[in-house]
């Protein structure tokens, strides 16, 4: 039978003619341009799901039309509001700068910074750290966090998701470099540039700015950062970027114990999004011991938000967990853990 299957597989793809891959290739591209028209002139939904669309085709070419939806540009000269028309129109400027607000909406840049990520392209960098640095300077230190409905969502959103996205980017680039065993020039000046950038952020004042800045750092993968993070815990005072610190802390290092144990402490807040925070930290450890802590807190957890999301980040922590009995099994993946937070008796909980 799996002869018979594997038989017909190769009569299929011997069938097809250069014919039938120029219409294939003919019905992609215009799939393409259909998502950049989308971008250009379409409403809010209509270019959010481009930019998704975009992002699953995974091709280096969606990098320009994602960067120009970031920065709420347009590649079209027709005349609008705030449009800076080029001097010779018979010359071809396919960048032309918009300074409209249905081009800058918050939602947009946010999703947008996550496909430019994904993308992992050095030039995806230069765009990501020029519109955090224009969209930090317009957040005062009291400006609301609206979470989680995308619609609704501001610069203070916006300038959080990009600072993960410059993580995430970061681990891109040096996976690529490692894969290729060479040093690319462009692509280490963009890390260090996603890095300052997010050191910088850390010390913004709006409490949300500096905790996605630890997002970021832990999305970076690298554990030669620890430092930045531990000097930065020392000097913190709000306890929901205490919480994302220690997060980011725990998951580039899983044996620290005693971070582990702070970042528990914490879930005793009386506030609701420092316990959210705290509770997603644990789910996202991969420890097996951050369950126990996560078990001990609902049973005095009275909000429902909270509640429902230790719920899922216990689900998280289960999911995969297969501990052999004659191990100290600290983590989901079966490594042993003799110095690591589940080797240790795990901290009683004081109401």
């Keep these: 039978m799996i002869r018979f299957s594997i038989l017909i597989a190769v009569l299929l793809t011997v069938g097809l003619s250069a014919d039938d891959m120029e219409v294939y290739k003919e019905s992609s591209d215009r ?9 250009n002139g379409g409403s809010l939904r209509e270019k959010m799901i481009a930019v998704e669309n975009l992002r699953r085709i995974k091709s280096k070419r969606a990098l320009r039309p994602l960067i120009f939806a970031l920065k709420g540009t347009s590649t079209y000269g027709e005349a609008k509001k705030g449009v800076v028309q080029p ?43 020029e519109v955090y640095n224009v969209l930090e300077k317009k957040i005062p230190e009291n400006e609301k966090v609206n979470l989680p409905k995308i619609e609704e969502m501001n610069n203070v959103n916006a300038a959080g998701e990009i600072l993960r996205s410059i993580g995430k980017l970061i681990e891109r680039l040096e996976n690529t470099q490692e894969i290729e065993g060479v040093k690319y020039r462009p692509s280490a000046e963009a890390v260090k540039s996603g890095i300052e950038t997010l050191k910088s952020a850390l010390t913004h004042k709006h409490y949300y700015i500096r905790s996605t800045a630890a997002d970021g750092f832990r999305n970076t993968n690298r554990s030669e950062i620890l430092e930045i993070l531990i000097s930065s815990l020392a000097n913190e005072k709000d306890d929901y970027v205490k919480a994302a610190i220690l997060s980011a802390i725990v998951n580039l290092k899983p044996s620290d114990s005693e971070k582990l144990f702070d970042l528990a402490e914490l879930i005793k807040s009386d506030r609701p999004d420092v316990r959210i925070r705290v509770s997603i930290g644990l789910g996202s450890s991969d420890i097996v011991n951050a369950a126990l802590y996560l078990r001990h807190a609902m049973q005095f957890e009275d909000n429902f938000n909270v509640r429902n999301q230790m719920k899922k980040d216990l689900q998280t922590l289960n999911s995969f967990k297969t501990v052999d009995v004659s191990t100290t099994g600290a983590y989901k993946d079966l490594n042993n853990g003799n110095n690591s937070p589940s080797s240790v008796q795990a901290k009683p909980f004081k109401k």
Excluded: H, T
């Excluded at 799939?31 to 971008?39: D, G, H, K, P």
């Design 31 to 39: 799939y393409f341009q259909e998502q950049v028209e989308r971008l």
């Design 87 to 129: 001097e010779n129109p018979e010359i071809d400027q396919p960048l032309v700068n918009v300074d409209l607000p249905q081009n800058n909406e918050p939602a947009l840049k946010f999703l947008a910074s996550q496909a430019i990520a994904d993308l992992g392209s050095e030039r995806g960098m230069s765009a990501l750290v």
